[in-house]
């Protein structure tokens, strides 16, 4: 069987690129991590490859899976049989925003006046 090639277009801190991180932790899969953040022509490829800007973007044996959460590549790669399903949890949410831009709470306000 041939080895599967992941390249993962991911900034260095980001909850959805540290989210397929984990994905790929979980299944023990080799992929080229491409920072799109520090390498200029990292990002470039990314862009020509999926045509748009968002991350992250992740190309599995060819096919591009762009601006996408851990959830979304692991539940492709589960549906095309890159990988079988197991009951390892991720190290990290596979499903999270960058912390700025998490929501923030906000204070409840019940019709009080101060």
Known sequence: MSQTKIIAYLKPSCGW???????????????????IINDPLQRQEMIEKSGQMLSPCVEINGHMLADV????VEA????????????????APINQPCAHEMPQAAPLNFGLRR
């Open 17 to 35: 690129s540290q989210g397929v991180r984990a994905v790929m932790r979980k299944y023990q899969l080799a992929f080229e991590d491409r920072d």
């Open 69 to 72: 959460s851990g959830e979304e």
């Open 76 to 91: 492709w790669m589960l549906a095309n049989k890159v990988v079988q399903p197991n009951d390892v949890k991720p190290d």
